[in-house]
């Protein structure tokens, strides 16, 4: 019982992660019809600036740091959508691979460039940083603190893209972009905020699971992997599917780590397979016409 | 609203698919605009809007050029495009449709809201919960004309608007159109059936590969034998209101 607790504490901290990253993806994803490939290095950008502004202090500054690197990866995805990213919006998919691919290797040398080839840490505050006993289970409270996040953006992702005029908008384009710019709408502005948003949400994910990582680069190519098999397995544009999806990747990834520590990572490509060959579209996807 | 198009050229690829055509929407006119399947009907709609865009010519909406301008500026000017088929959006619900028409436009006023375009179109009001994906054929043309009025428009682009409707379903739409005409909106009426196209518009344009063939009223039109087995229509077929 208590180490199952230990385990599912574990893959549920895991899962929130990346389903806020994937989230981001998958918003992009939708609204643009774009698969972003730097996504990881939004993600890796995040830890990287989450490790220069907390510094060697712990306490109230963890937490602000944690915003602020999400802000300034959000100014960073303002940039690269209007330097790279909007040439490409509707173009051919390989063309669009190629140009995001492109982005990710100048991201990963300048981020070499300014944090070096090192693993960083950063210490999460004392107030979470210890743990609690549930079952005769001992838990990190670090791990509530990632579940709640990503419980948090899932919510307001549900509220904004179900209860908003705003979210209305975004999910119009989804639907049919041609009509919503006939109809009005400045779809590069919104495409803009879009992507922004999901720039914001990959370096969240990475500012908030510094404490559990060692922070270094490669860490954008592991996660971009990660999160497209997430995206793919929830199908392409669904927050709900993610959210699915994150949780069974996250499952097979800690089923595998168990029982066969060495072909871990198979099965996690064995779900994907799974649940392709049954639905190729993706949990909640939809067939392609 | 006065919508003036002056020879303009538009290519799909390597084809092309106007030739330089013209023409003119007066305020308050309702025109048809003719033609076979593929004559370049749907293009002249896309390269008003500007979804495709005309290597040359001139596009004028009460004298503002449109040429070049983004595809989001007609709406914003009062120019309402409703394309064919079922375009809507099919994940949003009715009310979520009609309210994304409003915020598209947000610096528009004019008479019509959620409010007016239900007691326009009562079964909306009943369905308005409902996913647009799952309306019905007759039921998506309703909302594709709601979410028009809901930009308060001067002037509609209609494509094709019978296509793949009931016969019962058109006759309802005769009558929005009608009702429309009275709201003092011109409309610019895309349409391959010329007997549907004759009920509604004044005047007409008749569209060949790419070029105006012939433009005048719709009884001129009717009255000649050549246009008239240009439209496919029967020699014996006199339409509604006699030739």
């Known amino acids: ?289 | 609203m006065r919508l003036e198009v002056r020879d303009i050229h538009t290519y799909y690829g390597a084809s092309h698919v106007l030739q330089g055509a013209s023409l003119v929407v007066e305020p308050s006119e309702v025109v048809a605009l003719l033609g076979r399947n593929g004559a370049g009907k749907t293009t002249m709609m896309r390269s008003i809007i500007g979804l495709t865009r005309p290597e040359s010519g001139s596009i004028r909406l009460d004298g503002e050029e449109l040429l070049g301008a983004p595809s989001y500026r007609p709406a914003r000017l009062g120019l309402a495009f409703l394309p064919s088929g079922r375009r809507v959006f099919s994940s949003l619900s009715v009310e979520e449709n009609l309210e994304v028409a409003r915020r598209s436009c947000p610096r528009r006023s004019g008479p019509w809201n959620t409010e007016r375009v239900y007691g326009l179109f009562p079964k909306l009001a009943q369905l308005r919960r409902r996913t647009a994906g799952h309306l019905s054929g007759g039921e998506q043309q309703m909302l594709k004309i709601g979410r028009a009025l809901m930009t308060n428009p001067a002037m509609i682009l209609l494509d094709e608007p019978t296509e793949g409707l009931s016969p019962a379903v058109v006759g309802e739409l005769g009558e929005w159109l009608s009702m429309l005409a009275r709201e003092n909106l011109s409309i610019l009426l895309a349409e391959q059936s010329a007997t549907f196209a004759r009920e509604h518009a004044s005047r007409g344009y008749l569209l060949e590969k790419g070029t105006i063939r012939f433009e005048g009223s719709m009884d001129e039109i009717w009255a000649s034998a050549e246009l008239r087995s240009a439209l496919g229509i029967a020699a014996r077929d006199d339409g509604t209101t006699g030739a």
């Open chain 1, 1 to 289: 019982m208590a180490q199952f607790l230990t385990e599912a504490m574990g893959t549920l901290s895991d899962a929130g992660s990346l389903f806020v990253v994937a989230a981001g993806l998958t918003l992009v994803f939708g609204a643009m019809r774009v698969i972003n490939l730097a996504h990881g290095s939004f993600y890796m950008y995040g830890a990287f600036l989450m490790t220069t502004f907390v510094g060697t202090s712990s306490g109230l500054r963890f937490w602000w740091s944690i915003l602020l690197a999400a802000l300034v990866v959000g100014a960073l995805g303002l940039v690269v959508q209007l330097g790279v990213v909007r040439f490409v919006v509707g173009k051919e998919p390989l063309t669009q691979l190629v140009a995001t691919f492109a982005v990710f290797y100048i991201l990963a040398d300048i981020g070499l460039h300014i944090w070096g080839d090192g693993a960083r840490t950063v210490m999460a505050p004392l107030a979470v940083s210890s743990s609690f006993t549930l079952a005769g289970a001992y838990l990190p409270v670090y791990d509530l603190v990632i579940i709640g996040c990503a419980v948090l953006v899932g919510l307001a992702l549900w509220l904004v893209l179900g209860h908003t005029s705003l979210g209305w908008m975004i999910r119009a384009a989804v639907d049919d972009p041609e009509i919503l710019q006939s109809g009005g709408v400045n779809l590069r502005r919104l495409h803009l905020g879009v992507f922004t948003a999901g720039a914001l949400l990959a370096a969240l994910a990475g500012a908030i699971v510094t404490p559990q990582i060692s922070v270094a680069p490669g860490m954008d190519q592991s996660i971009i992997v990660t999160s497209l098999l997430v995206v793919v397995i929830g199908g392409l544009g669904s927050v709900v599917g993610t959210a699915l999806a994150a949780l069974i990747i996250g499952i097979a990834d800690t089923v595998g780590t168990l029982v066969a520590p060495n072909w871990a990572a198979t099965f996690m490509y064995f779900a994907v397979i799974l649940v392709l060959v049954v639905r190729p579209w993706g949990l909640f996807g939809t067939p392609e016409r």
